[in-house]
T-cell receptor, first 112, second 116 residues
């Protein structure tokens, strides 16, 4: 799986938008971009995924650069519950093995 | 979706002993995975548990140290054998119940293992 680069940590204030960047300059044409997050003392949970187009769901938005070499996870209004480690992960859509390769992720701190 | 139950949730074990962790899923799934998360670190895939055949291990993990069973499509066990303090980690079970080009992964709450 292609490698991703994320900032080690970011900080936000409650009810403000948060933009979490991810660089994946070696992404291949068949790699999906996945975002998972891990709340304290819990297993990771799915946030959002995309291939080429920007995506929105109830949790977040995913903005994908036109060349697909970077993406940004957007939390529109951060809450204290959004404090977690956010992982940006690439997985080959053509593969039949659905394993995920986790990087170090970004630790998001949300201030009240 | 899938709901995963892991047992035990935590344990403290003596070095040299073994611990078997159970993972029960509320639906039949083809893909089941075991991850390790060392203190302050990210998740590392140990192996893919295959139903009806031997598990597929990632580089750095061997069957003698981490034997895995997968007797059916809803259940798997991971054993951490001959434990040392370096095995102190959180062990997580994960499944991907969908099919096709993409499927969401679900994770258990993890088993927090401390080896003394």
């Amino acid at each position: 799986d292609a490698k991703t680069t994320q900032p080690n940590s970011m900080e936000s204030n409650e009810e403000e938008p948060v933009h979490l960047p991810c660089n994946h300059s070696t992404i291949s044409g068949t790699d999906y971009i996945h975002w998972y997050r891990q709340l304290p003392s819990q297993g990771p949970e799915y946030v959002i995924h995309g291939l080429t187009s920007n995506v929105n769901n109830r949790m977040a938005s995913l903005a994908i650069a036109e060349d697909r070499k970077s993406s940004t996870l957007i939390l529109h209004r951060a809450t204290l519950r959004d404090a977690a480690v956010y992982y940006c992960i690439l997985r080959d859509v053509g593969g039949s093995n659905y394993k995920l390769t986790f990087g170090k992720g970004t630790l998001l701190t949300v201030n009240p | 979706s899938a709901v995963i139950s892991q047992k035990p949730s935590r344990d403290i074990c003596q070095r040299g002993t073994s611990l078997t962790i159970q993972c029960q899923v509320d639906s039949q799934v083809t893909m089941m995975f075991w991850y390790r998360q060392q203190p302050g670190q990210s998740l590392t895939l140990i192996a893919t548990a295959n139903q009806g055949s031997e598990a597929t291990y990632e580089s750095g993990f061997v069957i003698d140290k981490f034997p895995i069973s997968r007797p059916n499509l809803t259940f798997s066990t991971l054993t951490v054998s001959n434990m040392s303090p370096e095995d102190s980690s959180i062990y997580l079970c994960s499944v991907s119940p969908g099919t096709g080009d993409w499927t969401e992964a679900f994770f258990g709450q993890g088993t927090r293992l401390t080896v003394v």
